[in-house]
């Protein structure tokens, strides 16, 4: 019957997961018809997306708190529900201040959902089945991705704006009645002696998990991995892929599709890595991150339009690094008791939307930038067409990502070494114990 429940918890959080990623990535398939709906240029395009993220990263401390105080049946729920109501208000915006409004609900919403799954799977599960489960059901629900830039983008063609955004936003309120029916937060309730949720005491816990060199490490894990492939696929990479390199819809829709199921394939292996070979994540994360570099610096650098080919060869790179990013939580759970795993599993997730949202803006403010340089007499050619999202502008802008990218790269040497001498603590700890002992 536990066996029964967990399963049917586990599942059902994780289609509301999908769901959340669904609504998370519309705005994503839908930045041009967004940008011809507001009459927007990059900036405000990337507002958007910038502002639900930035709502996004910020709750998930106060998320983290409300998780270890209430449970995760409860905050699917409410995430679901904000997130429907978050797309109503943009399938009726007439003006881009209501679409932003519209976004921050839905990054609200979306705030609640995926740190309360890991915390479903960290309540029935234990060890490498809970390792595996996390990277298999993360990377699952990034079909979500596949559904707002396949059915969402057919919806949006032939049945217009609001209509798109009323039906994607009746998939949340479905989701909500199925966690109130099916979800249990856990085998054994983690939250029977509750701490008590006041200023003081969710300092003292942020401070403490901040102290620990497992979250400070996880954090940067997440840094580095995992906003490449969101920046691609909440915003910029339709307009790349479409305008910059000139692909037909359909098939700029099927490349980001792809790296979804590259993701899972993937996330196979990685959850085999994390599960089997854990002394090997670091290098693993490290590989990844200098694999995005290159493969960014290629695309860039090709004189002219890159070649099919290389798109797909990036694509696949971005897509296999999404389930990288779910290592951090590997090491979270291993360097913290589960009472305050919310809270720091809140602290991790920070790092790759904090990433995501610098990438994402100051990629629109360079396209905004390097039209405007374009556009002056001295450097446009007479009769020339600049376009705000063509070749030239992403060649330049596209670099601000491989910059943050680096900052992360430089975050995670630094706290490796710093949890190293954690584990050296710990190993010669329990040594001496054992020779206690045996004394």
């Known amino acids: ?241 479409e305008r910059a390199q000139e692909l037909e819809k359909p098939l700029a829709s099927a490349l980001i599709s792809s790296m979804v199921f590259v993701g899972i394939a993937v996330g196979l292996f990685y959850g085999w890595i994390c599960g089997a070979h854990p002394h090997l994540r670091y290098r693993l994360i490290i590989s990844v991150a200098f694999t995005i570099i290159g493969a960014w610096a290629v695309v860039l650098l090709w004189p002219g339009v890159a070649p099919l080919w290389l798109l797909a060869l990036l694509v696949a790179v971005l897509g296999g690094a999404g389930p990288a990013s779910m290592i951090a939580f590997d090491y979270s759970r291993a360097y913290t008791p589960i009472a305050r795993l919310g809270s720091a599993n809140g602290i991790v997730n920070i790092g790759g939307f904090l990433a995501t949202l610098v990438t994402m803006f100051l990629i629109g403010v360079t396209l905004d930038a390097v039209h405007a340089w374009r556009l002056t007499e001295v450097h446009m050619p007479v009769g020339a067409q600049v376009g705000l999202y063509d070749l030239e502008g992403f060649r330049i802008a596209m670099w601000i990502q491989i910059g943050v990218i680096l900052v992360g790269v430089f975050g995670l040497r630094r706290e490796h070494s710093q949890l190293m001498k954690l584990d050296a603590s710990r190993l010669a700890s329990a040594l001496l114990g054992n020779n206690t002992h045996e004394k």
């Open 1 to 241: 019957m536990k066996r029964t429940s967990g399963l049917i918890a586990v599942g059902a959080s994780a289609i509301t997961y999908f769901v959340a990623v669904t609504q998370r990535s519309t705005m994503g398939t839908a930045s041009l018809a967004a940008a011809e709906r507001f009459h927007t240029n990059a900036e405000q395009l990337a507002s958007l997306a910038v502002l639900q993220i930035f709502v996004y990263a910020a709750m998930q401390i106060p998320i983290g708190f409300l998780l270890d105080r209430f449970g995760a049946r409860v905050l699917l729920i409410i995430g679901a529900l904000t997130m429907g109501v978050g797309q109503v208000t943009v399938a009726f915006s007439d003006n881009l201040s209501q679409a932003v409004l519209g976004r921050i609900l839905v990054g609200l919403g979306d705030a609640f959902t995926f740190i309360s799954m890991i915390r479903v799977i960290n309540g029935w599960y234990s060890g490498r089945r809970a390792s595996q489960l996390q990277q298999w059901l993360s990377n699952i629900g990034q079909l979500g991705q596949v559904a707002s830039a396949v059915p969402f983008a057919a919806l949006l063609g032939f049945a217009g704006w609001q209509n798109a955004f009323l039906g994607i936003a009746s998939a949340s309120i479905l989701a909500a009645l199925l966690v109130f029916f099916a979800v249990q937060n856990s085998r054994v309730t983690p939250i029977d002696k509750p701490s008590p949720l006041n200023l003081a005491s969710m300092r003292d816990q942020f401070v403490t998990n901040m102290r620990n060199p497992g979250t400070r490490f996880a954090f940067w894990v997440h840094f580095t991995t995992q906003s490449a492939a969101t920046v691609f696929v909440l915003l910029w990479g339709f307009p790349f892929l």
